[in-house]
Structures are given as C-alpha cells and as structure tokens.
C-alpha cells in the first residue's frame, strides 16, 4: 500500500531530516516528531520554511526535521537576531526557531524580549528541560528553586517563567505545552505557525539524563502526573465545516467553548476544562503563570491571545517583493539620482 | 570706548595672508557653536577656498571645552596643522591657553568679558566682542539668545577676513534647510557683530580671504554621509545598528538617503533597525545575508568588540555581510570621540581561532563613496563579511571632494544558484554541496532560502562541516575546509583594491600608510622635497595586504610606516606577513587622538633618517 500523503502528495517521510544525535528519549524529538507532523498535516512546503537555532541540545535539533528547509545552527542566545535579518531579507519566507531555557533564559535574554517587542513573525520555541545538557548538568534559570541535581548541589535561585517573560513583552502568542503530551503540542504548533507575529512556545521537555528525576518539574514522571491543560485544543482550518453530530460541542455548556478567531480566517477552539481561563485576557494570563510559578502547578495550553500588531516588515514599511529578489534596478538608484546630489553638494 | 582703550591699535605693515592660514575656534560643547563653525567653513568653501572643518570635540552633551580647526590653504592643503594662526577664544576656562599656543604674530578674537581674564601677550593682535551688549540689542526671545551667541563670532570674522554677508546667509539657510525665520535669526547676530566690528575695531593682522576657484565642481561632505550615500547605490536592504560615537551619523546618512529608493509608493526598499546593542545588529546582517539580502551595520571600536562571535560565525559559515568601523580611540572606552586607526589588527583578526577578515581602508570621501557600495559586491563574491574601516575624522569631520563617480560597475552578487542553476551545476557536477570548490577558487556556490528545488536546502552551522554542510568533527574535512578558506583570501588578496603607489621620482625612501593619513603625508613631502628629500608613497586600501606592497618595501633603501595608533599596527602586519628582508622598515606611529599633521610627519621622519 503506497504511503498515505498530504495535499502536495508529498509522504510523512519526505519531512524529516537527518537522524537525531539526542541521547535515546530526550523529549526534544518529540517535539521534532510534532513539528514533522504539523508541516506534513498542514501541507506546508519546505522550500519556503526556514530552520532557526541557538546553541545547545535543544539548537541541535533542526538538522533533525525539515530536511527540505534551509536551516541555521547560529549562535547561544543569538538567534532572534538572525531570525531578525532573514525575515527582514524574506519576509515571505515562514520561520520556525528552536531555543532552549539555557539560550532563552539566560545568554539570550535580551534578544527574547527585544525580537518580539520587534514583533518578528516566526514560531519561537522553548525546548525547556531546567538544565544546561551538553556542558553536563548545570542548572539554568528556569531551574526550580531548592532543586538538587547531582553535581551541582541545590539551587538557591528563584526561577524565570519565560512564558511570563514572553507576556510582558508583548508577545501576542504565548503557550506552554508538555513534550510528553503530543496532541497539544501539535494543536499548539499548528495554531503558532499560523500566526502573523511573534509566537512563544515554552515546551517542557524532559532531559532524561541530567534532569529527569521525579523530584524534578522538568521530568517525565512529574509531567505525566501533574500536567494540567487549561483547555482541550483543536484547529478548524478557515475553510472547516462544523459537522452536524460535532460531539464535542454537544458534550460542553454554552460559554464553555472559546472560539479564537485567527488573522487568516481559521480557530483555535477551546474547550474549557476545570477553569475559567481566556487567553484574550492578558491579566488572567499573568495570573495563572504567578499562580503556577508560586504554588508549582503545570498549567498547559494557550495562555495569551492577541490580534497581532504590526510586524517588523509592516513597520518598516517595505515593499511587496523579498529584498533579497529585487533586482539590480530597484536597488541602484539612476546616474542623474548621484548628479542630483552632487549637485546639492556644489559650490554655488 | 573701553575696549579699544586696551590696545594701541597700529597698522599692520607686513605682507597679506591670503587664503593660507588656519583657525581654532575655541568653545563649550552645547553651546551652539557647531552651526557657526559649519557656516564659517561652507561659506569659504562657497568662496572656492580649499578648506577642511575638523571638530575636536569632547565627550560630553554640554559645558567641557571643544575645539574646531578650519584650515584654507590656496594650495589646496587641507590637513590639520600644528600651528594655527587665529584662534576664536570663546571659552574662559581655555582661553588663556589658547592664546599662549599661537604663534607669534597670531589673531585672537575674543569677548569682551572674557578678554579681562586671560594673560595677555604683546606679540598678536586682540579683537575684543561686546558680545552681552550686542545680544542685548537685538529682537531675539530671550529662550534662544544663548544659541544664537556664537554667531557674533562668525560676524566679526567675516568682517576682519573678509566672508561675504550674502554669503553666509546662503549657507545659513541650506544650513537650516530653506527655513528663512531661524536663517534670519542668526543672520542677524552675524550682521550686527559684523558692522560694529567695521565702525569700532582697526585691523592690526594680515591676515584675509579671497574669492578664488579652487574649490569649483567640488563638493563637500563628511565621510560618514560619503559611505551611506554609496551604501544605497550599492543596493543595501537590510540595516541593523546600535548609537555609538562616532558611527551613529552613518546611520543618519542611510536614514536621509533612504529616500533615494523607496518606489513610487513611498515604501521602502532598505530596512534600517535600531537593535538593543551591536551583538544583534551584527546577528540581524549575518541573518539577512544569509538570506540574500544587502545587509550592512556601521559602529566603532566597542561595538566591533561585540560583534566578534557573528563575524567568526560568518567568516566561518561564508555568509555575506558589511561592517562599518568608524574608528575612534581605544582601549577600552578611551578616547570616545577623537579618532584613530587603532582598530587595525584587530578587526583584521576578529573572532576566535584562525580568522582572518577582509578589511576596505577609505582615506577620502570618494573612497568612502566607493567602499559604500563595492564592499556588497566583494562580500558576496567573497561570500565572507567584510570591514570597511574608516576613522572620526573621516567619518564625522567636512572634507573637500571631486565629485564621486556612479559605480563603473554592475552590481555582482556572487556564485549564488537558483533553481535553474543549480539544476544546471548537478547535472555538470553529479551533485551540489554548499562548500564544494568545483572552480579552483576557494569559493563554492550557495543557495538562498525560498529556492524552489528539492536539493536547494542546506544546513549553516558555526560547527565544523563538510563540503555538503553536514555536521563533521573529522580532522580531513576540517583541515580541508580550513586550506579552501585561505585560499579564498588569496583570491581575496589580488582582487580587492590595490593600493594607490607613487613611486614616480627615483627616490630612495618610501611612505606606507592607510587611511586618513594622506593629506598630512601628502604636505610633508612636499617640504621634504624642498629640502631635498625625495620619496615615494603607497596607501594600502584592503586586507589582506597585496602583493604590491611586498614589491615596494623590496624597492626601497628605507620604508616608514605611518599610521595614526600607538603600536604601529600596519607595521605589524607587515612584518606578519612580510618577515623576510624588513630590517628597513622603520614604524612611524603617532596615536594622540589628534588627526595627523604634516608637522609631525616631517619632523619624525627627518629625525629617524638623520
């Protein structure tokens, strides 16, 4: 039986990259696997796609899907500004970038905040496991405080919830997901990738070899139990066609269901579950990391919504065709434009 | 009145100065004194005087003492001299200072008030400005008094040497772009200082200006606006950039050019990014090289510092990319707005390991202009960043300048494939790599994103790789990624800007510099040459250095290097380079955060040679 492909006629396969070089069930694949699958369920062609990263594990990982994507292994904590200039050069080209909690929250820091004041439209992930993996298990800012881990004893400092971090600087999309939990994770990508403007997802993923004790919140066994989804997720494409047995609707309260409208026509539809939260409040937002951050509960799912503000292109008011295509006439103004002024410049 | 009671005027017997002496006019930094320097220096230029502005200037917003130098010289010497012959003392805390440094014979024109605090010389001429008592007759709300103050400077010098009004009107309303009410304002001042220095001052000095042409169908601008202006018809598009002095007017210069290509629609064809520091601005032009676009980030000193890990990634990873240094006085913070060339070596050598990066070096504006816009189409030969180094005196400072020529060339954006092509290169080749040399040149082919092809993706990594891009810790692909990329720097080396030789008299010494140096080297051979000594000259205008210049330094008895840095850095590199048979070469290196003077070159060189 051939295999089962999308609307490009292009197989599951055809969107992965090269091998994984992770240690065997680091939740980074996983998030791997979920970003193969958003791209072949979308149907998105890779050509058009580009692969951004820092340095660290979690940057490793896009030689490891996409493999018809151009990609960038750049520099720790710098990628937002690569990802500034690519998108300013392209601005047709979609961005999906991969940062870790070390290159995120500390060294790069100041790039997360100001990429997405900058408003640049691509798909930020965090790939957070609350550990520094390839210099072999120091903690990062993410780190929980009173934390042990083997060779660094315990953590004395209070965390950075860069899912906060990522709301008070504007970020018009911002979630948490759990690598271990696939089908949000997936909902989540598809919805980010949608979104005209700066996309944070913070993704709890567990390292399994420095980090993955159960006394740890960045751990498999502490995720399985603990998560809890602020909403069920799912994405109705702008061109869905609400079925006459939808079950789920018939299973939920009026008002119980949020339909977020996106700027391309489609929704995010959240089923609400045992809380009040709307992520098109910002207040309730902040509120629920606060509350998650000071009482150690894993709330998941889209916490922030908001119709997105102008992108750094739109601000910078520039032409229709990538810069990187406008041919030599459009960027060599004519000889009498020199003369011009030459002239302004003259005696007399 | 009392102030004429001070001095015995007498008239002057000795021969006229005509068009051949320089100023310093001494001031407060924020006083305002930048518009009346400006307007002194482009109304002598409008005179057709070779003229040069040079601001000395402190770091500061407002209150610490700066200087600004104008030099005409009729025979179109436009350095800085060690001496001038005038000085404005318009700043009491210098002002006895000032005056103890002219030269016998010197002008001081002063304000009355300051005049009674400074220690008074018998040897020059005094001309006192009731400056008070003037502001204090004109119509002028008192809010902008203050700023308008510095013109009566300007009034009693174009009364004294000679400046036509008119002309000074004329360059107060360029000056202010058409706009008559604040022209007029200081119009005025310049007026009424001018014609109570004809009814109450007598002219005790011989010095004056003349209508001459030798400034006809030359222009005059800063280099700064010289490299941004040549940016945009070298078809930058992206611009990333962090306030730094003295780079930040290069900015300014892209920001009013911008214009220039925006389409019929006012939308624009060059982004221009203010990033949270010089790390990102270098990360914004590394990633929008990458992507195919123009890119370019101008800074100094500090922000290159910065900046050293993107251009270890691009020298590395052969992306694309223009950096600016508009060189001012290190170490450290140093000398934040006096100029230098102390930032050779090292933006030659930026980024750990074994980096080496390509450097354009404009000692004038129309090197500036040029620079501008060929470093896109060297980088994107090269597939490499490259460091056009220039200085704050370059940079910021007006020069006198032929005007520039459009680009001679069409624009070259390098072995970038698109679909076609590289369909093209895999059916000649079996296969494409991003880093596979198939021409013998160092230089491989590269694809940019959104290229609709199968096989157009690649991986850009900082980490070792092979010719396909692919992660690889192997000693061989390094070792041989590492002997293409030297080799790429030779194609560099014979393809970049050769340098400027005159090597026309059959002497025995010769001159190597860079940069800004040349007017000042320029006169002090001539006066060598009154006394006998020849030389030759060669200005280096790239890194990595040509083979010209190893041919020169063979060609000759006795070679001095001058540069303007403290240790002799080009020296440096020409011993790096150039170990063998250089017991000849000799370093003249001055670094005082001054531009260079002819004086200095002079007497250096005639001790050195005995």
Same mark, same amino acid.
């Given at each position: 039986? @051939? ?58 990982? @896009? ?142 993923? @567990? ?71 709307? @992520? ?69 | ?7 015995? !005027? ?136 203050? /700023? ?94 962090? !306030?730094?002095? !003295? ?249 970049? !800007? ?29 006066? /060598? ?82």
């Amino acid at each position: 039986m @051939p295999p089962r492909t999308n609307h490009l006629g292009l197989a599951r396969n055809e969107y992965k990259g090269r091998p994984s070089t992770l240690c065997p069930g680091c939740g980074h694949d996983s998030i791997s696997n979920q970003l193969i699958s958003m791209a072949y369920e979308l149907g998105l062609e890779q050509h058009k796609i580009i692969k951004l990263s820092g340095i660290g594990c979690s940057s490793k990982t @896009p030689a490891y899907f996409l493999g018809g994507s151009h990609g960038f292994n750049a520099l720790h904590g710098r990628m937002p500004s690569v990802a500034t200039g690519a998108l300013l050069a392209n601005k047709d080209l979609t961005c999906i970038a991969v940062s870790g909690d070390g290159d995120t929250g500390s060294i790069g820091m100041g790039q997360f905040k100001h990429v997405i004041r900058r408003n640049v439209p691509f798909v930020y992930i965090i790939e957070n496991n609350g550990v520094y993996g390839l210099t072999k298990g120091q903690f990062s800012a993410t780190a929980d405080e009173g934390q042990f881990l083997k060779y660094y004893g315990t953590n004395h400092m209070p965390p950075i919830d860069l899912a906060l971090e990522a709301v008070i600087a504007g970020c018009t999309f911002v979630a948490r997901s759990f690598s271990g939990d696939a089908k949000q994770v997936q909902a989540l990508l598809q919805a980010a990738v949608r979104h005209p403007g700066a996309s944070v997802l913070d993704i709890i993923s @567990p390292c399994v070899t420095f980090n993955n004790a159960e006394t740890s919140t960045k751990s498999y066994p502490y995720g399985k139990d603990h998560e809890i989804p602020l909403h069920e997720i799912q994405i109705l494409a702008p061109d869905y066609v609400e079925p006459k047995d939808e079950i789920s609707v018939g299973d939920y309260e009026a008002g119980d269901i949020i339909d977020v409208e996106m700027h391309d026509g489609s929704f995010i539809r959240l089923k609400k579950l045992d809380n009040d939260h709307d @992520p098109r409040n910002r207040r309730m937002a902040m509120d629920v990391l606060e509350r998650s951050m000071r009482e150690q509960i894993f709330s998941t799912g889209l916490l922030y919504y908001e119709e997105p503000r102008p992108t750094l292109a739109d601000t910078e008011d520039l032409v229709d065709t990538p810069l990187a295509f406008l041919d030599d006439a459009e960027l060599r103004p004519p000889k009498q434009a020199l003369e011009g002024v030459m002239q302004s410049l003259m005696v007399g | 009145m009392a102030i004429n009671a001070q001095t015995q !005027p007498k008239l002057d017997t000795r021969e006229p100065v005509i068009n051949d002496f320089a100023f310093s006019v001494a001031t407060k930094n924020g006083s305002g004194s930048q518009t009346s320097n400006n307007v002194l220096v482009k109304a002598l230029f409008q005179m057709g005087i070779p003229v040069n502005g040079k601001n000395l200037f402190p770091s500061n917003i407002k209150g610490l003492p700066t200087w600004y130098t104008i030099r005409a010289s009729k025979d179109g010497y436009t350095a800085r001299k060690a001496l001038t012959e005038i000085v404005v003392a318009y700043n009491n805390s210098t002002a006895t200072e000032d005056v103890a440094n002219l030269p016998p014979g010197g002008v001081c024109i002063t304000t009355d008030k300051i005049a009674k605090v400074i220690r008074r010389r018998e040897d020059i001429s005094y001309y006192e400005i009731p400056v008070a008592k003037l502001m204090r007759q004109t119509e002028i709300p008192s809010a902008f008094r203050k /700023l308008v103050e510095n013109m009566t400077y300007v009034g009693a010098v174009a009364q004294l040497f000679e400046i036509p009004l008119d002309l000074i009107y004329e360059v107060l309303l360029a000056n202010f772009k058409g706009r008559e009410k604040p022209a007029l304002m200081n119009h005025d001042v310049v007026k009424l200082a001018y014609d109570w220095t004809a009814d109450n001052l007598v002219k005790t000095d011989p010095y004056r200006f003349e209508r001459m042409d030798g400034a006809e169908g030359k222009i005059m601008m800063t280099g700064n606006d010289a490299g941004a202006l040549g940016a945009v018809f070298g078809g930058v598009n992206v611009v990333a950039w962090y !306030p730094i002095t !003295p780079s930040t007017s290069f900015v300014d210069g892209l920001i009013g050019f911008r214009g220039l290509r925006q389409n019929e629609g006012g939308e624009n064809t060059i982004a221009i990014v203010q990033a949270e520091d010089e790390l990102a601005a270098a990360g914004i032009v590394v990633g929008a090289g990458w992507a195919g676009g123009r890119s370019l980030t101008s800074t100094s000193g500090p922000g290159i510092s910065l900046m050293a890990e993107f251009a270890g990634l691009a020298y590395f990873a052969e992306i694309p990319a223009v950096f600016w240094n508009i060189t001012r006085m290190g170490p450290s913070t140093g000398l934040p707005t006096r100029t230098s060339q102390g930032d050779l070596l090292f933006t030659h050598f930026l980024g750990h390991g074994d980096s080496r990066q390509i450097c354009l070096l404009p000692g004038n504006l129309k090197e500036a202009f040029e620079f501008g816009w060929k470093s896109f189409d060297i980088s994107e030969s090269l597939q490499s960043p490259v460091f056009v180094v220039s200085d704050l005196d370059l940079g910021m400072n007006n020069w006198l300048s032929d005007p520039f020529d459009y680009p001679d060339q069409p624009m070259t954006r390098g072995k970038v494939l698109d679909a076609t092509a590289l369909q093209e290169f895999i059916d000649e080749h079996g296969k494409w790599g991003r880093y596979m040399d198939v021409d013998g040149d160092g230089i491989a082919y590269r694809t940019l994103p959104g290229t609709d092809h199968r096989f157009a993706a690649y991986f850009t990594r900082g980490t070792g790789h092979d010719e396909f891009a692919v992660y690889s810790e192997r000693s061989d692909d390094w070792v041989e990624n590492m002997t293409r990329l030297r080799l790429k720097m030779d194609t560099a080396r014979e393809m970049l !800007p050769q340098p400027i030789i005159d090597d026309s008299s059959n002497a025995d010494i010769g001159i190597i510099t860079f940069g800004t140096n040349e007017d000042a080297i320029r006169e002090a051979r001539d006066w /060598l040459a009154n006394d006998g000594i020849k030389t030759h000259y060669l200005r280096v205008l790239a890194l990595p250095l040509a083979s010209a210049v190893t041919e020169f330094i063979d060609a000759h008895k006795s070679i001095f290097v001058v540069e303007n840095n403290f240790d002799g850095q080009l020296t440096q590199l020409i011993r790096l380079e150039h170990p063998e048979n250089i017991s000849h070469v000799r370093s003249l290196a001055l670094g005082d955060g001054l531009p260079m003077t002819p004086d200095w070159i002079y007497d250096s060189l005639k001790e050195q040679e005995g």
